[in-house]
Structures are given as structure tokens and as C-alpha cells.
């Protein structure tokens, strides 16, 4: 199901009590994750399991950086068993707001991994994160092809010091995939899974912020062609306009002149 959300499949040898420190690199936006706090993060599946030894298969959010690390045997509260053929998954737990989720992720979370006959997977008690069965995840997501295109449009990191002809054609992709969100609402209507919809209209929202963000960006690069002076900042010196005005008189027939000083006298 998420096939398009994970890495390709890796599989890891573990032969003692094992920790898998997860973390969310810096340069990752938090767009990006935000847009993917109703997917799974990690999942597992056991592949084969002989007393302290065992082969597992694990896929992952590409975003996200993970080592493996020995450890001793650790006693947790709660303790996912999982023999072979079976897996579990790391989800955000529910009710927690994304953005706490998203800060524990950029400080680190670990996964504690334990062979002895079967698999004992376990979070540390403080984690804001929970690790659900495979024959348990009722959070399971088929995601339309608009909705994959807007989580990948906003997980992509602008330069907002490009050329305005370039965020114009960024400006444009944000259209078009917003364009295609709605167009999938429309025409799916009554039919979405509701989880579905509050996906798009989410990250229609989140579109919308950033397509306003470069908008912006790019009217500031028409009207200044400078970042480093202000846009009201007067380019030429008293001199050079006087001179400009000065020639202005004597090329402008004569009866436009008096109708200039004429305006200029009654502003006065």
C-alpha cells in the first residue's frame, strides 16, 4: 500500500539487542513531514528468527536518517512480539500535534530491537510515536496521484533568490498541482475515503501558503531589481534630474510648458 512513500526494502542482520536511533535531518522541511504525519515512518516485517538471531526486512521514509546501534537488553513497558511473517509499523501517535511529533523527530527517537525466540520491538514511554501490527493498522492509505504530486511539490526546498522568470515557473507548478487537488475533489466527490479528503484539503492549504509566500517573493524581484536597496530608493541624484527637467523645457513645445508650470503653481 505504501509503496510510494517508502525506500526500497533493506535487509538487516540482528544478533543482539539492537537500538535504531531515527532522526530528521535539518535540511528536511518540516513541509514535507507534516504532509506525511498519516503515514507509517518505519515498517518491519521479520523474515527469519532462530533463538538471539534474526533477519528483518525494513522499509522507511526516505527523509529520514537511521543508524544501528548494540545495546544491552532492555525491560520496557510495552513490548510488540512478532514472530515470521509478521511486521509492525511506527506511526506518529494519535492525538499528538504534528509539530511536537515533527521536534521529537529532529532530536531523535530510537526504536529498541530485541531477538530472543521471536522479535520484541518497544518506543521508549516518553516517545511520541507508536509501533502498530501489521494485521492491526487500520491507518492503511492508498494515495491518488495528485496527492503523492502535492506532498513531493511541498517537500522540495525553493531558492527564493532565483530569477523571477524561474519562480514564475515555480509559481505556475503550484497552480497546476492545486488545480489538479481540486479537480480530483470534484470529481471523486462522495466517493473519497474522508481520510483522503482531509488529506487534500490539508495539503491544498499548506499549497496555498507557499504559493503565497512565492508570489510575494516574485512581485519583490520585479519591483526591485536590487535586493540590497530599497524599493522607494532614488537612483539618480539632484543634479542628473535637474539636468533631465532642463532638457524636458526645451524639447516640450511651449504652450505645455506653461500648462505644466500653470499645474505646478496651483499645487502650491
Known amino acids: 500500500m505504501h509503496h510510494h512513500v517508502?525506500?526500497?526494502?533493506?535487509?538487516?542482520?540482528?544478533?543482539?539487542?539492537?537500538?535504531?536511533?531515527?532522526?530528521?535531518?535539518?535540511?528536511?522541511?518540516?513541509?514535507?513531514?507534516?504532509?506525511?504525519m498519516s503515514n507509517p515512518l518505519v515498517e518491519f516485517v521479520v523474515s527469519q528468527v532462530e533463538h538471539t538471531q534474526a533477519t528483518?526486512?525494513?522499509r522507511i521514509q526516505p527523509f529520514l536518517t537511521f543508524t544501528f546501534e548494540h545495546t544491552l537488553p532492555l525491560i520496557e513497558t510495552?513490548?510488540?512480539?512478532?514472530?515470521?511473517?509478521?511486521?509492525?509499523?511506527?506511526?506518529?501517535?494519535?492525538?499528538?500535534?504534528?509539530?511536537?511529533?515533527?521536534?521529537?523527530l529532529r532530536n531523535g527517537i530510537t526504536i529498541n530491537i530485541q531477538p530472543a525466540d521471536d522479535v520484541h520491538f518497544?518506543?521508549?514511554?516518553?516517545?511520541?510515536?507508536?509501533?502498530?501490527?501489521?494485521?492491526?493498522?487500520?491507518?492503511?492509505?492508498?494515495?491518488?496521484?495528485?496527492?503523492?504530486?502535492?506532498?513531493?511539490?511541498?517537500?522540495?526546498?525553493?531558492?527564493?533568490?532565483?530569477?523571477?522568470?524561474?519562480l514564475a515557473v515555480h509559481i505556475s507548478e503550484l497552480e497546476q498541482v492545486r488545480r489538479e487537488l481540486r479537480d480530483y475533489l470534484k470529481g471523486e466527490s462522495g466517493k473519497i475515503h474522508p481520510g483522503v479528503s482531509t488529506e487534500l484539503l490539508k495539503l491544498d492549504h499548506l499549497l496555498q501558503n507557499k504559493?503565497?509566500?512565492?508570489?510575494?517573493?516574485?512581485?519583490?524581484?520585479?519591483?526591485?531589481?536590487?535586493?540590497?536597496r530599497s524599493s522607494n530608493?532614488?537612483?539618480?541624484?539632484?543634479?542628473?534630474?535637474?539636468?533631465?527637467?532642463d532638457c524636458f523645457e526645451l524639447l516640450a513645445p511651449k504652450d505645455v510648458s506653461e500648462m505644466v508650470n500653470k499645474l505646478c503653481d496651483d499645487d502650491l
Open 211 to 228: 504559493h503565497q509566500w512565492l508570489l510575494r517573493t516574485y512581485h519583490q524581484s520585479l519591483e526591485r531589481s536590487n535586493l540590497g
Open 56 to 58: 528483518l526486512i525494513m
Open 122 to 166: 518497544s518506543l521508549s514511554p516518553k516517545a511520541r510515536f507508536e509501533l502498530v501490527t501489521l494485521e492491526n493498522d487500520l491507518r492503511i492509505l492508498s494515495e491518488p496521484q495528485a496527492l503523492v504530486m502535492a506532498k513531493a511539490i511541498l517537500g522540495r526546498k525553493f531558492d527564493y533568490d532565483e530569477p523571477s522568470t524561474m
Open 78 to 104: 510495552t513490548v510488540q512480539q512478532r514472530s515470521i511473517g509478521q511486521g509492525i509499523k511506527l506511526y506518529p501517535s494519535m492525538g499528538v500535534a504534528p509539530r511536537v511529533c515533527i521536534e521529537q
Open 6 to 36: 517508502f525506500t526500497q526494502p533493506s535487509v538487516s542482520e540482528i544478533t543482539q539487542p539492537t537500538l535504531l536511533a531515527l532522526s530528521l535531518p535539518d535540511s528536511v522541511s518540516d513541509f514535507l513531514v507534516l504532509s506525511t
Open 233 to 245: 530608493e532614488q537612483f539618480f541624484n539632484n543634479e542628473q534630474l535637474q539636468r533631465k527637467l
